[in-house]
């Protein structure tokens, strides 16, 4: 009786009793050493080869790692063209540091529209005396305006008094008609 060689995945190196001529055993070898965990991949001079695998993340940061959110939505801000709006938003929500806590209280920025020159900003008051106010205290808030969003960014501000009440709807409403022209006229 022969003994038969051992088979299986114990076997890691093909003694001479079980040589093949073909070149087989050298691709059973080559292809058992790679589908071992942890296998060191070399190429016949020593080296290690060319990474090929393009979606795999080296040791240096690329666009593929965990990006920070500041920066991505700086990057979005920036590829969309956003920026003087996001920046217009932002003196919306510090209204009240950049004009002052008595004045944000009765005077709101509305609008923000660009113009030829620039952009105008409307303002909208609770008071005529605070539309008067504010309209005095207009050029000291464009030079605020500009340097929070930027050099010659708002250019004109509009100042408006407060809304009327409306006469279109109520007890004292009539079909058709124009309503009290002389106090509001």
């Known amino acids: 009786m022969s003994a038969e060689p051992p088979v299986g995945p114990d076997r890691d190196q093909p003694t001479e009793d079980d040589h093949d001529d073909t070149g ?6 080559v292809a058992r050493s790679l589908a071992r965990p942890g296998a060191r991949r070399r190429t016949p001079g020593g080296r290690r080869p060319a990474r090929t695998d393009r979606q795999a993340s080296g040791a240096h940061p690329d666009e593929r ?6 920066s991505t939505m700086s990057r979005l801000i920036a590829d969309q063209g956003w920026g003087t709006d996001v920046r217009v ?6 209204w009240d540091t950049i004009v002052g806590r008595e004045v944000s209280q009765h005077c709101l920025p509305d609008s923000f529209s660009p113009i030829q020159d620039g952009a105008r900003l409307v303002v909208r008051t609770d008071s005529t005396a605070w539309a008067t106010q504010m309209r005095l205290l207009a050029p000291t808030v464009v030079r605020r305006l500009n340097e929070e969003l930027g050099d010659g960014t708002v250019t ?3 100042v408006l008094g407060p809304r009327g009440p409306s006469w279109k709807r109520g007890l004292r409403s009539v079909r058709d008609g124009r309503g009290p022209r002389d106090t509001y006229g």
């Open 156 to 158: 004109v501000i509009e």
């Open 89 to 94: 938003h932002g003196v919306f929500s510090h």
């Open 65 to 70: 790692d965990p990006q920070l959110l500041d």
């Open 24 to 29: 087989l055993d050298l691709a059973r070898s």
